[in-house]
């Protein structure tokens, strides 16, 4: 069975730093792109950030580019997202969600955590 | 960046309703287009990917077609497990777009 699961949310002043994990399982994640989403609270889907399977390339949304940094460890079948001078708006639900891969080519998200909520405030 | 506009924002409709969600890009993503359900306190759940292919798992009822840059998920017939929100998306390019998102809500 394929898991997703999130951790390291919880509430952060302005300016201040945290770092999300997703560990995964039930599936060869070497082999897949993988993704965070997030959305505010009563907001929209946001796509976040998007790293390759060994890691060489990474995708940053406008938004975050410069502030976070995603990042992957085979070894541990893990995802991070460190994110740096956290904002207000920044505030939000990270979702991690499989991507592309082999043998799903498709970089549609098939697979999603169940979400770990940061939020930034004073 | 490819803006994905989604309509209507809301939506009323009653079991057994046949309804359509249309959504639109502002360039071409070719058939890079996937539809996504959410409940509420839940994670999204991939229900049409490539346009119109369906996940594995997805009840019959939902499909999805693509006309140039619009797109358009259709459910036959609601039933009451499909109140939720659905979104579009487009990973043609990065970064990688949301529509804004459609609420299927009980008339």
């Known amino acids: 069975e394929v898991q997703l699961v999130e951790s390291g949310g919880g509430l952060v002043k302005p300016g201040g730093s945290l770092r999300l994990s997703c560990a995964v399982s039930g599936f060869t994640f070497i082999n897949y792109n993988m993704n965070w989403v997030r959305q505010a609270p009563g907001k929209g889907l946001e796509w976040v950030s998007a790293?390759?399977?060994?890691?060489?390339?990474?995708y940053y949304a406008e938004s975050v580019k410069g502030r976070f940094i995603i990042s992957r460890d085979n070894v541990k079948n893990s995802l991070y997202l460190q994110m740096n001078s956290l904002r207000v708006e920044d505030t939000a639900v990270y979702y991690c969600a499989r991507g592309g891969g082999d043998p799903a080519p498709e970089e549609d998200f098939d697979y999603w955590g169940q979400g770990t909520l940061v939020t930034v405030s004073s | 960046d490819i803006q994905m506009t989604q309509s209507p924002s809301t939506l009323s409709a009653s079991v057994g309703d046949r309804v359509t969600i249309t959504c639109r890009a502002s360039q071409s993503v070719s058939s890079w287009l996937a539809w996504y359900q959410q409940r509420p306190g839940r994670a999204p759940n991939l229900l049409i990917y490539k346009a119109s292919s369906l996940e594995t798992g997805v009840p019959s009822r939902f499909s999805g077609s693509a006309s140039g840059t619009e797109f358009t998920l259709t459910i036959s017939s609601l039933q009451p497990d499909d109140f939720a929100t659905y979104y579009c998306?487009?990973?043609?390019?990065?970064?990688?777009?949301f529509g804004q998102g459609t609420k299927l809500d009980l008339k």
């Open positions: 998306q487009q990973y043609n390019s990065y970064p990688y777009t």
């Open positions: 790293i390759s399977t060994g890691g060489g390339d990474r």
